[in-house]
């Protein structure tokens, strides 16, 4: 099984940027690493994802280092609307290629 | 709004009830899927369609039944559930089976009581 592990909770304020790493040691050469955000008692939604260096988009910024066995999120100017838990994903190994979750990591957005 | 749209939003339902979770897609995707969100636990993986045909069923118990009758729709039939059944329950659509891009409905609260 593929393994990510990732801080359990963050604390922020209002403007600061934040950035969550995830670690995950045993990714397959071919993998994405996809990052999800996930709001109480809403579904989980797609942000980010990136095979390596950088990927940019309106929400976050994804920096994969090049031994990609590790990746970090990173939120510019979180507001309050962004507390969250912030998930990193990526495949199974072998040929069952779904997505492990795991339990995310929280981030509490203080005024 | 995701595209994904799942009805009702809160159940309570009995131990000896029979109930169903209705989920549609709006986005011309071609694979459908039940996931289980119980608190402090990761999402758990129930079933997955692609095109209409179940490709994957993770060990769910047969209490839990699953339908889909197009790729559009997707249903999950409940019946004589247990308490620890209660849990939020997300249905998710992507354009093929296993995308890492998946889109999520909004989850439809269970308590069983």
């Known amino acids: 099984l593929a393994k990510t592990t990732q801080p359990i909770s963050m604390d922020s304020y209002e403007g600061q940027e934040v950035n969550i790493t995830c670690s995950h040691n045993?990714?397959?050469?071919?993998?994405?690493i996809t990052w999800y955000q996930q709001f109480p008692s809403q579904g989980p939604r797609f942000i980010i994802q990136?095979?390596?260096?950088?990927v940019t988009n309106e929400v976050a910024s994804l920096f994969i280092p090049a031994d990609r066995k590790s990746s970090t999120l990173s939120l510019p100017r979180v507001s309050l609307s962004d507390t969250a838990v912030y998930y990193c994903l990526v495949p199974n190994a072998g040929n069952n290629r779904k997505l492990i979750w795991g339990l995310g990591t929280s981030l509490a957005v203080n005024p | 709004e995701t595209g994904v749209t799942q009805t009702p939003r809160h159940l309570v339902m009995g131990m000896t009830n029979k109930k169903s979770l209705k989920c549609e897609q709006h986005l011309g995707h071609n694979a459908m899927y039940w996931y289980k969100q119980s608190a402090k636990k990761p999402l758990e993986l129930m079933f997955v369609?692609?095109?209409?045909?179940?490709?994957e069923n993770n060990s769910v118990p047969s209490r839990f039944s699953p339908e889909c009758p197009n790729s559009s729709h997707l249903f999950l039939h409940l019946h004589t559930l247990q308490p620890e059944d209660s849990a939020l329950y997300l249905c998710?659509?992507?354009?093929?089976?296993?995308?890492?891009?998946?889109?999520f409905g909004q989850g439809t609260r269970l308590t069983v009581v």
């Open positions: 998710a659509s992507s354009q093929e089976s296993m995308n890492t891009e998946a889109f």
């Open positions: 990136g095979y390596k260096t950088k």
């Open positions: 369609y692609s095109l209409e045909e179940r490709v």
């Open positions: 045993n990714i397959a050469t071919n993998d994405y």
